[in-house]
Protein backbone atom coordinates (compact mmCIF):
# COMPACT_ATOMS: atom_id res chain seq x y z
CA UNK A 1 0.00 0.00 0.00
CA UNK A 2 1.50 3.36 -1.19
CA UNK A 3 1.93 5.75 1.72
CA UNK A 4 1.57 9.60 2.18
CA UNK A 5 2.89 11.07 -0.55
CA UNK A 6 4.63 14.98 -0.66
CA UNK A 7 6.15 17.21 -3.05
CA UNK A 8 8.59 18.97 -2.67
CA UNK A 9 11.00 17.49 -0.65
CA UNK A 10 13.06 20.82 -0.61
CA UNK A 11 13.05 24.31 -1.11
CA UNK A 12 14.39 26.75 -0.07
CA UNK A 13 12.72 30.43 -1.01
CA UNK A 14 13.52 34.00 -0.48
CA UNK A 15 11.13 35.94 2.54
CA UNK A 16 7.87 37.62 0.42
CA UNK A 17 8.35 35.02 -2.18
CA UNK A 18 5.57 32.31 -2.26
CA UNK A 19 5.47 28.41 -2.42
CA UNK A 20 3.28 25.36 -2.46
CA UNK A 21 3.60 21.99 -1.60
CA UNK A 22 1.28 19.39 -3.12
CA UNK A 23 0.24 15.72 -0.44
CA UNK A 24 -1.43 12.72 -1.45
CA UNK A 25 -3.31 10.62 1.28
CA UNK A 26 -3.33 6.99 1.29
CA UNK A 27 -6.17 6.09 -0.85
CA UNK A 28 -9.21 5.97 0.69
CA UNK A 29 -8.50 7.90 4.12
CA UNK A 30 -11.07 10.83 4.36
CA UNK A 31 -9.05 12.55 6.85
CA UNK A 32 -6.06 15.01 5.95
CA UNK A 33 -3.62 17.08 7.73
CA UNK A 34 -1.27 19.49 7.62
CA UNK A 35 1.43 19.54 10.50
CA UNK A 36 4.15 22.43 10.68
CA UNK A 37 7.33 21.13 12.21
CA UNK A 38 9.99 23.95 13.41
CA UNK A 39 13.13 22.58 14.62
CA UNK A 40 13.40 21.42 18.15
CA UNK A 41 9.50 21.55 18.17
CA UNK A 42 7.09 18.74 17.87
CA UNK A 43 4.62 18.98 15.31
CA UNK A 44 1.60 21.70 14.85
CA UNK A 45 -1.73 21.11 13.30
CA UNK A 46 -1.99 23.54 10.71
CA UNK A 47 -5.24 22.50 9.58
CA UNK A 48 -7.59 19.21 8.94
CA UNK A 49 -10.02 18.12 6.35
CA UNK A 50 -12.39 15.72 6.60
CA UNK A 51 -12.89 14.57 2.83
CA UNK A 52 -13.12 18.72 0.85
CA UNK A 53 -14.38 20.29 4.01
CA UNK A 54 -12.10 22.10 6.86
CA UNK A 55 -12.53 20.52 10.60
CA UNK A 56 -9.99 22.14 12.27
CA UNK A 57 -7.71 25.51 10.85
CA UNK A 58 -7.87 27.37 14.07
CA UNK A 59 -3.96 27.41 13.86
CA UNK A 60 -3.38 28.16 10.00
CA UNK A 61 -2.22 31.97 9.90
CA UNK A 62 -4.57 32.86 7.39
CA UNK A 63 -3.15 36.28 6.46
CA UNK A 64 -0.52 34.48 4.73
CA UNK A 65 -1.05 30.45 4.83
CA UNK A 66 -4.07 28.75 2.29
CA UNK A 67 -4.79 25.48 1.84
CA UNK A 68 -7.12 23.37 -0.37
CA UNK A 69 -8.71 19.67 -0.85
CA UNK A 70 -10.97 20.69 -3.63
CA UNK A 71 -11.98 16.94 -4.83
CA UNK A 72 -11.20 15.37 -1.49
CA UNK A 73 -8.48 13.27 -2.30
CA UNK A 74 -5.05 15.30 -2.59
CA UNK A 75 -4.27 18.66 -1.20
CA UNK A 76 -2.03 21.94 -1.60
CA UNK A 77 -0.84 24.27 0.58
CA UNK A 78 0.59 27.88 0.28
CA UNK A 79 2.38 30.14 1.96
CA UNK A 80 2.34 34.10 0.27
CA UNK A 81 3.99 36.00 1.27
CA UNK A 82 6.81 33.77 3.02
CA UNK A 83 8.18 34.84 6.27
CA UNK A 84 11.84 33.86 8.14
CA UNK A 85 9.86 32.27 10.58
CA UNK A 86 8.03 29.56 8.42
CA UNK A 87 11.07 27.55 7.94
CA UNK A 88 10.11 24.58 9.32
CA UNK A 89 8.97 21.19 7.95
CA UNK A 90 5.37 20.97 6.26
CA UNK A 91 4.30 17.11 7.07
CA UNK A 92 1.15 15.72 5.45
CA UNK A 93 -0.37 13.24 7.26
CA UNK A 94 -3.84 10.87 6.76
CA UNK A 95 -6.14 9.09 8.45
CA UNK A 96 -8.78 6.73 7.74
CA UNK A 97 -11.53 8.67 9.99
CA UNK A 98 -11.67 12.16 11.71
CA UNK A 99 -12.67 10.71 14.94
CA UNK A 100 -9.83 10.85 17.89
CA UNK A 101 -8.12 7.34 18.56
CA UNK A 102 -7.55 6.99 14.73
CA UNK A 103 -3.83 6.08 13.63
CA UNK A 104 -2.57 8.86 11.41
CA UNK A 105 0.31 8.28 8.42
CA UNK A 106 2.20 10.46 7.65
CA UNK A 107 4.44 11.59 4.59
CA UNK A 108 8.13 12.33 4.30
CA UNK A 109 7.83 15.88 4.79
CA UNK A 110 8.79 19.06 2.84
CA UNK A 111 11.80 20.91 3.92
CA UNK A 112 11.07 24.79 3.87
CA UNK A 113 14.14 27.38 3.96
CA UNK A 114 13.01 30.71 3.74
CA UNK A 115 16.11 33.22 3.75
CA UNK B 1 -6.68 21.87 26.18
CA UNK B 2 -4.04 19.30 26.48
CA UNK B 3 -0.29 20.22 26.58
CA UNK B 4 3.03 17.26 26.45
CA UNK B 5 5.96 17.61 28.03
CA UNK B 6 9.04 15.70 27.37
CA UNK B 7 11.62 16.86 29.53
CA UNK B 8 14.63 15.03 28.25
CA UNK B 9 15.62 16.78 24.60
CA UNK B 10 18.49 14.00 24.44
CA UNK B 11 19.21 10.63 26.08
CA UNK B 12 22.41 9.48 25.17
CA UNK B 13 22.48 5.39 25.80
CA UNK B 14 24.91 2.46 24.84
CA UNK B 15 23.94 -0.27 22.85
CA UNK B 16 22.29 -3.30 24.93
CA UNK B 17 21.22 -0.98 27.60
CA UNK B 18 17.81 -0.24 28.98
CA UNK B 19 16.41 3.00 27.83
CA UNK B 20 13.32 4.99 29.19
CA UNK B 21 12.01 8.04 27.28
CA UNK B 22 9.37 10.21 29.56
CA UNK B 23 6.65 11.67 29.18
CA UNK B 24 3.90 13.72 31.14
CA UNK B 25 1.02 15.19 29.70
CA UNK B 26 -1.56 17.55 31.28
CA UNK B 27 -5.06 17.42 30.70
CA UNK B 28 -8.80 18.32 31.72
CA UNK B 29 -10.18 15.51 29.91
CA UNK B 30 -9.64 11.95 29.50
CA UNK B 31 -6.90 11.19 26.44
CA UNK B 32 -5.85 8.75 24.33
CA UNK B 33 -1.57 8.65 23.94
CA UNK B 34 0.75 7.63 21.17
CA UNK B 35 4.39 7.32 21.00
CA UNK B 36 5.73 8.24 17.04
CA UNK B 37 9.21 7.80 16.04
CA UNK B 38 10.99 9.84 13.25
CA UNK B 39 14.18 8.36 11.83
CA UNK B 40 16.72 10.98 10.35
CA UNK B 41 14.65 12.58 7.05
CA UNK B 42 11.80 10.27 7.88
CA UNK B 43 8.39 11.15 8.40
CA UNK B 44 6.78 10.00 11.85
CA UNK B 45 5.74 6.74 12.21
CA UNK B 46 3.44 5.37 14.71
CA UNK B 47 5.18 3.07 17.24
CA UNK B 48 2.45 2.46 19.57
CA UNK B 49 -0.81 3.68 21.27
CA UNK B 50 -2.83 3.46 24.35
CA UNK B 51 -7.12 3.69 23.86
CA UNK B 52 -8.24 1.35 26.81
CA UNK B 53 -7.63 -1.45 28.07
CA UNK B 54 -4.63 -2.86 29.55
CA UNK B 55 -2.77 0.29 30.50
CA UNK B 56 0.86 -1.41 29.42
CA UNK B 57 1.36 -1.38 25.44
CA UNK B 58 3.89 -2.77 23.38
CA UNK B 59 5.27 -2.33 19.60
CA UNK B 60 6.69 -5.11 17.46
CA UNK B 61 10.28 -4.16 17.83
CA UNK B 62 10.21 -4.34 21.99
CA UNK B 63 8.98 -0.84 23.06
CA UNK B 64 6.80 -0.74 25.59
CA UNK B 65 4.97 1.91 27.55
CA UNK B 66 2.73 2.11 30.52
CA UNK B 67 0.00 4.91 30.65
CA UNK B 68 -0.06 5.87 34.64
CA UNK B 69 -3.46 7.63 34.90
CA UNK B 70 -2.64 9.33 38.65
CA UNK B 71 0.93 10.56 37.42
CA UNK B 72 -0.29 11.21 33.78
CA UNK B 73 2.18 9.72 32.53
CA UNK B 74 3.22 7.40 29.60
CA UNK B 75 6.65 6.68 29.34
CA UNK B 76 8.51 4.49 26.65
CA UNK B 77 11.19 1.66 27.85
CA UNK B 78 12.88 -0.54 26.03
CA UNK B 79 15.22 -3.36 28.27
CA UNK B 80 17.84 -3.73 25.68
CA UNK B 81 18.30 -1.21 22.43
CA UNK B 82 20.42 -1.51 18.90
CA UNK B 83 22.11 1.37 16.98
CA UNK B 84 19.16 1.24 14.73
CA UNK B 85 17.39 2.69 17.73
CA UNK B 86 18.53 5.83 17.36
CA UNK B 87 16.16 8.46 16.30
CA UNK B 88 13.55 10.98 17.23
CA UNK B 89 10.46 10.08 19.81
CA UNK B 90 7.78 11.77 19.90
CA UNK B 91 5.05 11.88 22.67
CA UNK B 92 1.68 12.87 21.65
CA UNK B 93 -2.16 12.89 23.08
CA UNK B 94 -5.76 13.41 21.34
CA UNK B 95 -8.78 13.86 23.24
CA UNK B 96 -10.68 10.91 24.43
CA UNK B 97 -13.49 10.92 22.01
CA UNK B 98 -13.41 13.61 20.61
CA UNK B 99 -14.89 14.48 17.43
CA UNK B 100 -11.75 15.19 15.59
CA UNK B 101 -8.28 13.86 15.65
CA UNK B 102 -6.07 16.22 16.75
CA UNK B 103 -2.52 15.14 18.35
CA UNK B 104 -0.85 17.63 20.61
CA UNK B 105 2.23 16.36 20.23
CA UNK B 106 5.76 17.28 22.84
CA UNK B 107 9.30 18.68 21.77
CA UNK B 108 10.80 15.46 21.00
CA UNK B 109 13.50 13.15 22.80
CA UNK B 110 16.73 12.22 20.70
CA UNK B 111 17.53 8.95 21.59
CA UNK B 112 21.15 8.62 19.98
CA UNK B 113 22.78 4.75 20.44
CA UNK B 114 26.70 4.69 20.63
CA UNK B 115 28.83 1.15 20.04
Known amino acids: EAGVAQSPRYKIIEKRQSVAFWCNPISGHATLYWYQQILGQGPKLLIQFQNNGVVDDSQLPKDRFSAERLKGVDSTLKIQPAKLEDSAVYLC?????????????FGEGSWLTVV | AQSVTQLDSQVPVFEEAPVELRCNYS??????LFWYVQYPNQGLQLLLK??????LVESINGFEAEFNKSQTSFHLRKPSVHISDTAEYFCAVSEYGGATNKLIFGTGTLLAVQP
Open chain 1, 93 to 105: ASSPWTESGNTIY
Open chain 2, 27 to 32: SSVSVY
Open chain 2, 50 to 55: YLSGST
